[in-house]
Protein backbone atom coordinates (compact mmCIF):
# COMPACT_ATOMS: atom_id res chain seq x y z
CA UNK A 1 0.00 0.00 0.00
CA UNK A 2 1.17 3.57 -0.85
CA UNK A 3 0.28 4.86 2.49
CA UNK A 4 3.69 3.19 4.01
CA UNK A 5 5.45 4.65 1.72
CA UNK A 6 3.93 8.39 2.26
CA UNK A 7 4.83 7.56 5.91
CA UNK A 8 8.30 6.95 5.38
CA UNK A 9 8.70 10.00 2.98
CA UNK A 10 6.66 12.26 6.24
CA UNK A 11 9.00 10.77 8.97
CA UNK A 12 12.53 11.12 6.27
CA UNK A 13 10.63 14.80 5.58
CA UNK A 14 10.32 16.05 9.41
CA UNK A 15 13.49 14.49 11.09
CA UNK A 16 15.47 16.17 7.98
CA UNK A 17 14.01 19.46 8.72
CA UNK A 18 14.32 19.58 12.36
CA UNK A 19 17.59 18.33 12.97
CA UNK A 20 19.26 21.22 13.01
CA UNK A 21 17.44 22.00 15.74
CA UNK A 22 17.35 19.58 18.01
CA UNK A 23 17.05 15.70 18.53
CA UNK A 24 14.72 13.83 16.22
CA UNK A 25 13.46 10.54 16.91
CA UNK A 26 11.42 8.69 14.12
CA UNK A 27 9.22 5.86 15.10
CA UNK A 28 10.06 6.39 18.61
CA UNK A 29 8.32 3.02 20.94
CA UNK A 30 6.47 3.88 23.82
CA UNK A 31 5.10 1.68 27.03
CA UNK A 32 1.80 -0.32 26.76
CA UNK A 33 0.84 -2.13 23.52
CA UNK A 34 3.05 -1.53 20.96
CA UNK A 35 3.05 1.70 19.60
CA UNK A 36 5.71 4.13 17.55
CA UNK A 37 5.51 7.97 17.80
CA UNK A 38 6.27 9.01 14.35
CA UNK A 39 8.23 12.02 15.28
CA UNK A 40 9.45 12.90 18.61
CA UNK A 41 11.19 16.02 19.11
CA UNK A 42 12.83 17.41 21.51
CA UNK A 43 14.21 21.12 21.05
CA UNK A 44 18.18 22.23 21.48
CA UNK A 45 18.99 23.65 25.01
CA UNK A 46 20.12 27.07 22.92
CA UNK A 47 17.60 26.92 20.42
CA UNK A 48 18.83 28.75 17.10
CA UNK A 49 16.26 31.85 15.64
CA UNK A 50 16.87 30.18 12.20
CA UNK A 51 13.92 27.42 12.90
CA UNK A 52 11.86 30.91 12.03
CA UNK A 53 12.55 29.72 8.30
CA UNK A 54 10.65 26.94 9.24
CA UNK A 55 7.53 29.36 9.39
CA UNK A 56 4.58 27.26 11.72
CA UNK A 57 6.35 24.15 11.50
CA UNK A 58 9.18 26.02 13.50
CA UNK A 59 6.78 27.39 15.63
CA UNK A 60 5.85 23.64 16.80
CA UNK A 61 9.23 23.10 16.80
CA UNK A 62 10.14 25.86 19.38
CA UNK A 63 9.30 23.59 22.64
CA UNK A 64 9.59 19.62 22.91
CA UNK A 65 6.39 18.49 20.24
CA UNK A 66 5.11 14.82 19.15
CA UNK A 67 4.31 15.13 15.70
CA UNK A 68 1.94 12.39 13.98
CA UNK A 69 1.35 13.13 9.99
CA UNK A 70 -1.35 10.99 8.47
CA UNK A 71 -1.89 10.55 4.72
CA UNK A 72 -5.08 9.82 4.86
CA UNK A 73 -7.83 12.03 7.25
CA UNK A 74 -7.18 10.93 10.91
CA UNK A 75 -9.82 8.93 12.38
CA UNK A 76 -11.35 9.22 15.72
CA UNK A 77 -9.48 6.46 16.82
CA UNK A 78 -6.40 7.68 15.37
CA UNK A 79 -6.55 10.71 17.29
CA UNK A 80 -7.20 9.06 20.30
CA UNK A 81 -4.34 6.74 20.10
CA UNK A 82 -1.87 9.79 19.29
CA UNK A 83 -3.27 10.85 22.13
CA UNK A 84 -2.08 7.72 24.24
CA UNK A 85 1.26 8.03 23.26
CA UNK A 86 1.30 11.52 24.65
CA UNK A 87 0.14 10.65 28.06
CA UNK A 88 2.18 7.38 28.05
CA UNK A 89 5.51 9.53 27.15
CA UNK A 90 4.52 12.09 29.97
CA UNK A 91 3.98 9.18 32.34
CA UNK A 92 7.53 8.42 31.63
CA UNK A 93 8.83 11.51 32.25
CA UNK A 94 7.41 11.92 35.51
CA UNK A 95 8.76 8.76 36.68
CA UNK A 96 12.02 9.72 35.40
CA UNK A 97 11.60 13.14 37.29
CA UNK A 98 10.78 11.52 40.68
CA UNK A 99 13.23 8.35 40.14
CA UNK A 100 16.23 11.91 40.24
CA UNK A 101 13.90 13.51 42.74
CA UNK A 102 13.39 16.48 40.42
CA UNK A 103 10.34 18.24 39.21
CA UNK A 104 9.02 18.08 35.98
CA UNK A 105 8.45 21.62 34.44
CA UNK A 106 5.24 22.07 31.87
CA UNK A 107 7.65 23.10 29.39
CA UNK A 108 9.27 19.71 29.20
CA UNK A 109 5.84 17.98 28.56
CA UNK A 110 5.99 17.39 24.54
CA UNK A 111 2.85 18.61 23.00
CA UNK A 112 1.00 16.64 20.52
CA UNK A 113 0.64 17.67 16.55
CA UNK A 114 -1.93 15.45 14.56
CA UNK A 115 -1.22 16.57 11.09
CA UNK A 116 -4.15 15.60 9.03
CA UNK A 117 -5.43 16.74 5.12
CA UNK A 118 -8.63 17.19 6.30
CA UNK A 119 -11.51 16.73 9.33
CA UNK A 120 -14.82 17.56 9.29
CA UNK A 121 -16.49 19.99 11.78
CA UNK A 122 -18.03 16.92 13.60
CA UNK A 123 -14.79 15.13 14.43
CA UNK A 124 -13.67 18.79 15.92
CA UNK A 125 -16.41 19.14 17.30
CA UNK A 126 -16.15 15.88 19.15
CA UNK A 127 -12.99 16.50 20.49
CA UNK A 128 -13.91 20.28 21.49
CA UNK A 129 -11.46 21.87 19.53
CA UNK A 130 -11.62 25.61 19.85
CA UNK A 131 -9.11 28.28 17.69
CA UNK A 132 -6.63 30.10 19.55
CA UNK A 133 -5.30 33.96 19.03
CA UNK A 134 -2.61 34.11 17.05
CA UNK A 135 -3.16 31.31 15.41
CA UNK A 136 -3.38 30.40 11.39
CA UNK A 137 -6.37 28.84 10.95
CA UNK A 138 -6.55 25.09 10.50
CA UNK A 139 -4.75 24.76 13.78
CA UNK A 140 -7.34 23.53 16.32
CA UNK A 141 -6.65 23.18 19.85
CA UNK A 142 -8.04 20.90 21.97
CA UNK A 143 -8.30 21.54 25.93
CA UNK A 144 -5.30 22.45 27.44
CA UNK A 145 -4.78 19.95 30.12
CA UNK A 146 -4.81 17.44 26.72
CA UNK A 147 -1.52 19.91 25.24
CA UNK A 148 -2.84 18.74 21.72
CA UNK A 149 -3.58 20.04 18.24
CA UNK A 150 -4.96 18.64 15.24
CA UNK A 151 -3.94 20.69 12.36
CA UNK A 152 -5.73 20.48 9.13
CA UNK A 153 -3.85 21.04 6.03
CA UNK A 154 -6.15 21.67 3.58
CA UNK A 155 -6.85 24.57 5.81
CA UNK A 156 -3.91 26.72 6.43
CA UNK A 157 -3.86 29.69 4.27
CA UNK A 158 -1.74 29.54 1.33
CA UNK A 159 1.75 31.75 2.71
CA UNK A 160 5.38 31.28 2.89
CA UNK A 161 5.16 30.18 6.43
CA UNK A 162 2.78 27.23 5.80
CA UNK A 163 4.64 25.66 3.00
CA UNK A 164 6.42 23.23 4.90
CA UNK A 165 3.34 21.52 6.65
CA UNK A 166 1.62 21.35 3.25
CA UNK A 167 4.21 19.76 1.77
CA UNK A 168 2.74 17.07 3.57
CA UNK A 169 -1.32 17.22 1.93
CA UNK A 170 -2.57 15.99 -0.96
CA UNK A 171 -3.57 16.34 -4.08
CA UNK A 172 -3.37 20.31 -5.17
CA UNK A 173 -2.52 21.29 -2.21
CA UNK A 174 0.50 18.93 -2.06
CA UNK A 175 1.13 20.35 -6.11
CA UNK A 176 0.71 23.84 -5.12
CA UNK A 177 3.61 23.50 -2.82
CA UNK A 178 6.03 21.59 -4.94
CA UNK A 179 6.22 24.43 -7.01
CA UNK A 180 6.77 26.95 -4.35
CA UNK A 181 9.05 24.55 -3.17
CA UNK A 182 10.74 24.32 -6.36
CA UNK A 183 10.59 28.50 -6.80
CA UNK A 184 12.68 28.85 -3.37
CA UNK A 185 15.98 30.53 -4.01
CA UNK A 186 19.04 27.97 -5.15
CA UNK A 187 20.64 28.90 -1.97
CA UNK A 188 17.72 28.44 0.47
CA UNK A 189 18.77 25.88 3.20
CA UNK A 190 16.24 23.19 2.69
CA UNK A 191 15.06 23.63 -1.35
CA UNK A 192 17.54 20.79 -2.01
CA UNK A 193 17.77 18.56 0.14
CA UNK A 194 13.53 18.66 0.20
CA UNK A 195 13.32 18.18 -3.62
CA UNK A 196 15.41 14.91 -3.47
CA UNK A 197 13.38 14.08 -0.74
CA UNK A 198 10.43 14.37 -2.90
CA UNK A 199 11.73 12.86 -5.92
CA UNK A 200 12.58 9.75 -3.57
CA UNK A 201 8.78 9.79 -3.30
CA UNK A 202 8.44 9.85 -7.05
CA UNK A 203 10.21 6.85 -7.68
CA UNK A 204 8.92 4.59 -4.64
CA UNK A 205 5.87 5.60 -6.34
CA UNK A 206 6.62 5.22 -9.85
CA UNK A 207 7.13 1.11 -8.80
CA UNK A 208 3.99 0.62 -6.91
CA UNK A 209 1.38 -0.97 -9.84
CA UNK A 210 -1.69 0.19 -6.79
CA UNK A 211 -1.75 4.13 -7.35
CA UNK A 212 -4.50 6.14 -5.76
CA UNK A 213 -5.59 9.41 -8.19
CA UNK A 214 -3.39 11.71 -6.03
CA UNK A 215 -0.45 9.71 -6.28
CA UNK A 216 -0.63 9.56 -9.97
CA UNK A 217 -0.92 13.34 -9.90
CA UNK A 218 2.04 14.03 -7.97
CA UNK A 219 4.10 11.79 -10.42
CA UNK A 220 2.85 13.24 -13.65
CA UNK A 221 3.12 16.93 -11.32
CA UNK A 222 7.01 15.53 -10.18
CA UNK A 223 8.02 14.48 -13.90
CA UNK A 224 8.79 18.11 -15.68
CA UNK A 225 10.21 19.06 -12.26
CA UNK A 226 12.89 15.98 -12.24
CA UNK A 227 13.65 15.93 -15.86
CA UNK A 228 14.25 19.48 -15.43
CA UNK A 229 16.43 19.66 -12.55
CA UNK A 230 18.48 15.78 -13.84
CA UNK A 231 19.30 18.37 -16.60
CA UNK A 232 20.48 21.54 -14.69
CA UNK A 233 22.91 18.75 -12.75
CA UNK A 234 24.31 17.21 -15.61
CA UNK A 235 24.93 21.06 -17.40
CA UNK A 236 26.45 21.81 -14.02
CA UNK A 237 28.54 18.92 -13.74
CA UNK A 238 30.02 20.13 -17.64
CA UNK A 239 30.24 23.23 -16.37
CA UNK A 240 31.95 22.56 -13.39
CA UNK A 241 34.49 20.05 -15.43
CA UNK A 242 34.36 23.06 -18.38
CA UNK A 243 36.11 25.35 -15.19
CA UNK A 244 38.65 23.45 -13.75
CA UNK A 245 39.85 22.57 -17.53
CA UNK A 246 39.88 26.25 -18.24
CA UNK A 247 41.78 27.30 -14.88
CA UNK A 248 43.79 24.46 -15.74
CA UNK A 249 44.97 26.00 -19.24
CA UNK A 250 44.81 29.62 -18.02
CA UNK A 251 47.76 28.58 -15.48
CA UNK A 252 49.87 27.19 -17.82
CA UNK A 253 49.60 29.53 -20.44
CA UNK A 254 49.52 32.62 -18.22
CA UNK A 255 50.66 31.70 -15.11
CA UNK A 256 48.80 32.22 -11.61
CA UNK A 257 45.58 34.15 -11.72
CA UNK A 258 44.11 35.93 -8.84
CA UNK A 259 41.35 35.00 -6.71
CA UNK A 260 38.58 37.59 -8.03
CA UNK A 261 39.57 36.76 -11.42
CA UNK A 262 38.81 33.24 -11.22
CA UNK A 263 35.11 33.82 -9.24
CA UNK A 264 34.70 36.08 -12.77
CA UNK A 265 35.39 32.83 -14.21
CA UNK A 266 33.06 30.58 -12.49
CA UNK A 267 30.47 32.93 -13.18
CA UNK A 268 30.61 32.13 -16.88
CA UNK A 269 28.07 30.39 -18.63
CA UNK A 270 28.77 26.67 -20.17
CA UNK A 271 29.27 28.69 -23.45
CA UNK A 272 31.47 31.48 -22.56
CA UNK A 273 33.86 28.71 -20.79
CA UNK A 274 33.86 26.76 -24.31
CA UNK A 275 34.50 30.45 -25.83
CA UNK A 276 37.32 31.49 -22.95
CA UNK A 277 38.97 27.88 -23.62
CA UNK A 278 39.37 28.56 -27.18
CA UNK A 279 40.35 32.53 -26.86
CA UNK A 280 43.03 31.81 -24.14
CA UNK A 281 45.58 30.10 -26.74
CA UNK A 282 45.94 33.58 -28.27
CA UNK A 283 46.46 34.96 -24.27
CA UNK A 284 50.59 36.26 -23.71
CA UNK A 285 49.57 38.07 -19.80
CA UNK A 286 46.97 38.37 -17.42
CA UNK A 287 46.02 41.55 -19.01
CA UNK A 288 44.46 39.53 -21.93
CA UNK A 289 42.19 37.53 -19.63
CA UNK A 290 40.87 40.82 -17.96
CA UNK A 291 40.41 42.31 -21.30
CA UNK A 292 38.13 39.37 -22.58
CA UNK A 293 36.18 39.24 -19.08
CA UNK A 294 35.24 42.62 -19.73
CA UNK A 295 34.19 42.17 -23.15
CA UNK A 296 31.77 39.29 -21.58
CA UNK A 297 30.32 41.67 -19.72
CA UNK A 298 29.62 44.76 -22.27
Same mark, same amino acid.
Given at each position: MTRFIHDKFAKDYLEELLKDYGEVKASEKVSGEIKEIDVLFTPAKQQSSNIQILGL? $? /???????? %???? /??? !??????????????? +?? !?? #?? /?? !?? !?????????? %?PKLWVLTPTISETRLSSFGTMQKAGWLSGVHFLPDALRTAIVAIHQLPQTPETLWL /?? #? $?? $?? +??SQAIVELQALPLDHPYQKATLELVYNLRENLRVNQELEADDRELIMRLEPLYQRDREQAIQEGNKQGEQRLVLRLLNRRIGEIDTSLIERIQGLLLEQLENLGEALLDFSSVADLETWLNQQSI
Open positions: L $G /RFAQQPAI %IEPY /RNP !ASTDEICDCTLKLLE +VK !AL #LR /RE !AK !ASKTKLQDLE %I /RL #L $GR $GS +VQ
